[in-house]
């Protein structure tokens, strides 16, 4: 198995996805189903399992819960500010970075896991709520240019999934039951 197989189990996002009226739904639920998701794949797993990387030089398991808090908290700003302003410039983080913080390399999950679940409730019910109109809205990504949440979204469904697969494939590896 390559280390690319292993960095992108699900694969990548197909390039300028966007979403359609049509699947919009899929992903809302998507999104709401996936704290339950990341609390099922990491039931059981002790500290030391915890403190495995997915992947030669990667993340730990514990790392990758706590940026996917870290992460999701930011794109669901984003949703927010593109819905409240006229095409706001947002901020873009070092994920790297964060994920070396004393918290996000050494806290319990139980915190980001909570957070995910309160998170994705309101993010999914947000998106519920959006208009054909809400759905072309924009932001400036200092990095990626002008992203309409069209296409924001289905970048989170799939971030969310690359991830529990990276916890889910590390379990069969190891043959962690
Ligand atoms: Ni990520």
Redesign the pocket.
């Known amino acids: 198995m390559t280390t690319s197989d292993l960095r992108y189990p699900i694969g990548k996002l197909e390039p300028g996805t966007r979403l359609t009226p049509a699947n919009r739904r899929i992903a809302i639920l998507d999104i709401a189903e996936l704290p339950g998701r990341m609390r099922d794949a990491v039931e059981g797993l002790s500290d030391k399992q915890l403190e495995t990387p997915y992947r030669p030089d990667g993340w730990t398991v514990r790392q990758v819960v706590h940026?996917?808090a870290d992460?999701h908290l930011h794109s669901t700003i984003r949703t927010r500010f593109a819905l409240t302003l006229n095409q706001p410039t947002i901020m873009a983080y070092d994920?790297n970075a964060w994920a070396q913080l004393a918290d996000a390399r050494t806290g319990p999950l139980e915190p980001s896991l909570l957070l995910l679940e309160g998170l994705h409730a309101r993010w999914a019910a947000l998106l519920e709520s959006m208009t054909d109109a809400d759905w072309v809205r924009t932001f400036v990504h200092p990095e990626r240019g002008v992203v309409a949440l069209d296409m924001n979204i289905p970048v989170y469904v799939w971030?969310g999934k690359?991830?529990t697969a990276h916890v889910t494939e590390l379990r069969k590896r190891m043959g962690w039951s």
């Open positions: 940026h996917l992460s994920e971030h690359h991830h």
